[in-house]
């Protein structure tokens, strides 16, 4: 690890000692590393000496343009000192901060909100992780990758910039109660667009292993577009006839695969069952490892899930509660039987990620099985309005939660305009909210507009 060290100070100057900051103008990076995937730096290219005199400058050598260098002052400015309002969370890495970029910081640069991550210099992780991520999200450009923007290397400071994603990640979501349960159609989008973004890693010319696939990696959109972040970990995978790479045991437990905690042997593979790990945390609501819970057996969720993903009839038992049924039965034992495949103690028979993909997108069409749409309904002050009936008075009337936690209940009183003493007396009371605060279920969405979040702007699902 020393060596390592010695090794990229000496290929980078340019981060390891205070410099005057120039914006590059050399050509810009193209949008898809396909194209010169065959060119692309990478991590193992770094114990090359020959290197040395292509990465003086580290942002005009190997990005272009695209990527910009940004003074340790000016993103303390756009954080507004890194204040606690502005937090947005930590992890391994460091703190995570949101700012917003003035197009005026730098030429071609458009005015947007960011997310600055802070390297923690006594945390987990170091400089090697901070310049894996550079290096990866630097070249790799892909929809279901995070941008990013730029980074700071100035004196002992390493930050990155990228792309602000206002949904946070898909952990927030499922565990952490962000408005509310996650409706089934929109979890099988995030789940095809993760395997779309470890599939583009895995293909690439010069593959990726990503080593660190998770829930709280997963950051998610305005429209619940699922996009892989924090490259940390993520190495250079086998090339040629190479079958695997030997190193180091890193990632998160509960989502490694079982031969790399055993051997230390990374595939592509090792992905597929971090992948379908989270793919189980999406259909059940559970986290990979839970020891709150009282049953030993159910803390571990593969080896407690895994007995029921071989039985088709089983699903139901493990599916998320707070979904409410509401969820295509045929969907959730295809995606079931995924999730089993991907889990497999047998690398070989894992499926690869692209083939995971064709699996999962026809999910997004079976809504026939879906039960009755439903609403969420959030108490609010209310109202009473008058309306016309012909037969009776009907009253609708909210009931508060008592002290129990029992959910809002309604109630239908019926009177006859006899009771009342008017004869032809004949009018509805109802009650109902000043402002309408209902979510509706994406069954309802969907069945409503014909489109949705689950397909492209102005495309009409098949029905």
């Known amino acids: 690890m020393i060596l390592k060290k010695i090794i990229i100070k000496s290929l980078l100057p340019s981060c390891m000692k205070p410099q ?56 303390k400015n756009i954080t507004y000192n890194f204040s606690k309002t502005n937090f947005l ?43 894996a991520e550079v290096i990866f999200l630097g070249q790799l450009k892909h929809p279901h990758l995070v941008n990013l923007i730029g980074y700071c290397c100035e004196d002992e400071h390493r930050l990155i910039v990228y792309e602000f994603m206002p949904r946070g990640s898909l952990e ?82 509960g989502y490694a695969a079982p031969e790399y905690i055993m051997t230390g042997h990374v595939t592509a593979m090792s992905d597929v069952f971090s992948y379908g790990v989270v793919l189980l945390e999406l259909l059940t609501g559970r986290r990979c490892l839970d020891k709150s819970r009282r049953l030993s057996r159910e803390q571990n969720l593969v080896d407690w899930a895994k007995p ?32 089993h495949q991907c889990l497999s103690h047998n690398p070989k028979s894992r499926p690869t990620m692209s083939s995971v993909v064709k699996s999962l997108e026809p999910l997004l069409g079976l809504t026939r099985d879906i039960s009755v749409p439903f609403v969420y309904v959030v108490p609010t002050e209310l109202r009473e309005e008058k309306v016309d009936h012909d037969d009776e008075d009907v009253v609708l009337m909210s009931s508060r939660s008592n002290n129990n936690g029992d959910n809002n209940s309604y109630k239908r009183e019926e009177k006859s305009h006899r009771r009342r003493g008017r004869k032809g007396y004949r009018h509805k009371y109802r009650i109902r909210s000043s402002r309408s605060n209902a979510v509706y279920s994406d069954t309802t969405l969907y069945k409503t507009l014909g489109t949705s979040l689950y397909s492209p702007k102005g495309q009409v699902l098949a029905r």
Request: glycine residues 8%; hydrophobic residues 35%; without cysteine.
């Open 20 to 75: 005057k900051v120039t914006v590059p103008t050399e050509t810009r990076f193209p949008a898809s590393s396909k194209d010169t995937s065959s060119q692309r730096l990478s991590l193992s290219d770094l114990s090359n000496s020959s290197m040395v005199s292509l990465m003086s400058d580290l942002s005009s050598t190997l990005f272009g343009s695209n990527i910009h260098i940004f003074t340790h002052k000016e993103l």
């Open 89 to 131: 969370g930590e992890g391994g890495f460091g703190q995570v901060y949101k700012g917003f970029i003035d197009d005026k910081v730098r030429p071609g640069l458009k005015a947007q909100s960011v997310a600055v991550k802070v390297l923690d210099l006594d945390g987990k992780q170091g400089h090697r992780e901070w310049l």
């Open 172 to 253: 927030n979501h499922i565990f952490k109660g962000y408005s509310g349960a996650l409706p089934w159609l929109t979890r099988i989008k995030i789940a095809i667009g993760a395997a779309k973004g470890l599939s583009f890693l895995h293909e690439e010319e010069k593959p990726v292993i990503y080593r660190d696939f998770k829930a709280s990696n997963i950051l998610l959109d305005s429209d619940f577009t699922a996009k892989l972040s924090d490259f940390g970990l993520a190495i250079d995978g086998p090339q040629g006839d190479e079958t695997h790479i030997s190193t180091r045991v890193m990632g998160t437990e």
């Open 308 to 339: 029921f993903l071989k039985d088709a009839h089983k699903v139901d038992r493990i599916m998320d509660p707070r979904l409410e049924g509401q969820y295509s039965i045929e969907g959730a034992r295809k995606a079931a039987a995924l999730a």
